[in-house]
């Protein structure tokens, strides 16, 4: 069964908006020196093909997950979606990529609505407040990620919960932030 291994949203032309670990994402950021920085090179790849060109979706194995990256209403806002099990290769990783992608529409679209009808500052260049991101994640904790977690029987397996390393709440949030703009840029 698949887990939200990691959550990570950012403008298509700019900064970072929101990041949360909910498996063991973070431990394995604390316990690989690299492997933070080796991730967000490989999404500054991957995301760079939104801006070049038009594209809904992608997908890429990293660290033991598989990453799908959405281009989320407008192509102004890229959700990064990491699940936990990752595929060997072959006919049976397109198959699993493929039920994956059915799977996760209902958690886009989600994600498209909550952002339209309560953060519609995700998609211009506004500066957000981490008043404003605490309060993006109580909303999506409350009506995406509650309702995932109940049809697929997932959880917040994060060991760190609402003091992920990735997440606003930690110190690292601002250093993120400039790893993550600085490899943008």
Not at 49 to 78: A, P, Q, R, T, W
Not at 110 to 132: H, V
Request: glycine share 6%; proline share 2%; charged share 25%.
């Amino acid at each position: 069964m698949d887990q939200i291994a990691y959550l990570l949203l950012f403008r298509r032309q700019g900064s970072m908006l929101y990041s949360r670990c909910f498996g063991d994402f973070c431990q394995q950021v604390t316990q690989n020196e690299g492997f933070l920085n080796e991730f967000l090179m490989m999404v500054t790849k991957f995301s760079q093909m939104f801006v070049d060109e038009v594209v809904e979706v992608k997908n890429v194995s990293f660290g033991g997950k598989i990453f799908f990256f959405y281009c989320l209403e407008n192509c102004d806002v890229i959700a990064v979606i990491g699940l936990t099990q990752d595929c060997s290769g072959g006919k049976e990783e397109e198959i699993a990529v493929s039920s994956r992608l059915a799977m996760l529409s209902d958690l886009v679209r989600a994600l498209n609505t909550l952002i339209n009808e309560s953060f519609p500052e995700f998609r211009t260049m506004e500066e957000i407040s981490e008043e404003k991101i605490i309060q993006f994640e109580k909303k999506l904790f409350q009506f995406v990620l509650d309702a995932w977690y109940h049809r697929h029987g997932d959880e917040d397996s994060c060991p760190f919960k609402d003091r992920c390393l990735m997440s606003v709440h930690s110190p690292m949030w601002k250093e993120l932030q400039k790893i993550f703009e600085g490899g943008r840029s």
